[in-house]
């Protein structure tokens, strides 16, 4: 269950990100929602770990339900920033055990007032190579940024640094939100021209309701276009017509980028259960 060779098989399909719970309160609700994404039949679904660098212990937990009970593929992400190799390890560890055969290698965003020592990994590459040394045969995919990673001190010197972790052993990549499929075409353009020849995921965050824009960009750093702000002006303040709204644009993005050869996308799925259906039942016949 390689994602990497998984969809090669699809002519057109849609992965969702799910996020674990943080507390134990919250066990039941996400299981919920996650299974209930699960049910739409998405050709992967992904969970994230932690936020703000840190940790999780629910990842590996909700990625083995949804396989197990669901019958999904998963892939689990993983962060490093803050982690030692024993953490690492165990884990990578736990992971295998469960049957997770595929990893995205994050760095994860650097916490206030922390300082990286010896003990840590810097960037993702580091957790890349670990990844591989400890068990080859994980499908092992890493993040890429068309607008730029925000740390990035030039687009140019973001790009040369991702093809050094693609070099590491990744098998395709999966990129930041962005609201502009020329801004993600003209990045593919110099993908490609630097020698980056993986697969890559399109990543697409459905914006449906206004309060969700500022933090939303804040944390991605990617800019939203005038023909969206126009709609956020509008309908911003009916929260039915803003879904809706939202909804069409993330539809119509992802029918684009079918157009124009990429055939898988992932999908910022938040969670929510009735975004994602309503923009699988969009999809409909497109993805059979
Ligand atoms: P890296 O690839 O290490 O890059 C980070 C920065 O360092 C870039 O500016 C890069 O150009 C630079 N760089 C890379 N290598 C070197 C080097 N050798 N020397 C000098 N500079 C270098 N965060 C979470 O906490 N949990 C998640 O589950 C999560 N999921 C994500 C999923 C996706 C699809 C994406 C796009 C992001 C996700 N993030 C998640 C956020 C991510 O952790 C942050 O964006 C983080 O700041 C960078 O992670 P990275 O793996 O891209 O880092």
Do not use: W
Request: negative net charge; contains cysteine; glycine residues 6%.
């Amino acid at each position: 269950m390689r994602i990497s060779e998984l969809v090669e098989q699809k002519p057109y399909s849609v992965s969702f990100e799910v996020f674990p719970p943080k507390t134990q309160d919250t066990v039941e609700s996400v299981t919920t929602a996650a299974r209930k994404i699960a049910d739409l039949d998405p050709v992967f679904m992904s969970v994230t770990y932690g936020a703000g660098g840190g940790t999780s212990d629910y990842t590996v937990a909700v990625a083995k339900d949804l396989q197990d009970n669901k019958g999904i593929p998963m892939m689990a992400h993983l962060t490093c920033i803050t982690s030692d190799r024993a953490r690492i390890r165990d884990q990578l560890q736990k992971l295998q055990d469960a049957g997770i055969r595929n990893i995205l290698a994050l760095r994860g965003d650097i916490p206030e007032g922390f300082e990286p020592t010896e003990l840590h990994y810097r960037h993702a590459i580091e957790l890349v190579k670990e990844i591989k040394a400890f068990d080859d045969s994980f499908c092992v995919a890493g993040a890429c940024y068309p607008e730029a990673h925000p740390e990035a001190a030039t687009e140019a010197e973001d790009i040369a640094r991702l093809k050094e972790k693609v070099d590491a052993g990744l098998d395709f990549l999966v990129t930041q939100m962005f609201f502009d499929n020329a801004v993600f075409y003209s990045y593919m353009y110099r993908l490609r021209e630097a020698g980056i020849q993986v697969p890559v995921h399109p990543g697409i965050m459905p914006i449906v309701n206004a309060a969700q824009v500022k933090r939303t960009l804040k944390l991605s750093g990617s800019q939203l276009p005038q023909r969206f702000r126009r709609i956020i002006d509008t309908f911003g303040n009916d929260p039915a017509a803003m879904r809706q709204a939202g909804i069409a644009y993330a539809t119509d993005q992802i029918i684009d980028l079918f157009a124009n050869g990429f055939r898988t996308v992932h999908v910022y799925s938040m969670n929510n259960p009735t975004v994602a259906a309503a923009i699988m039942d969009n999809l409909r016949d497109i993805i059979k």
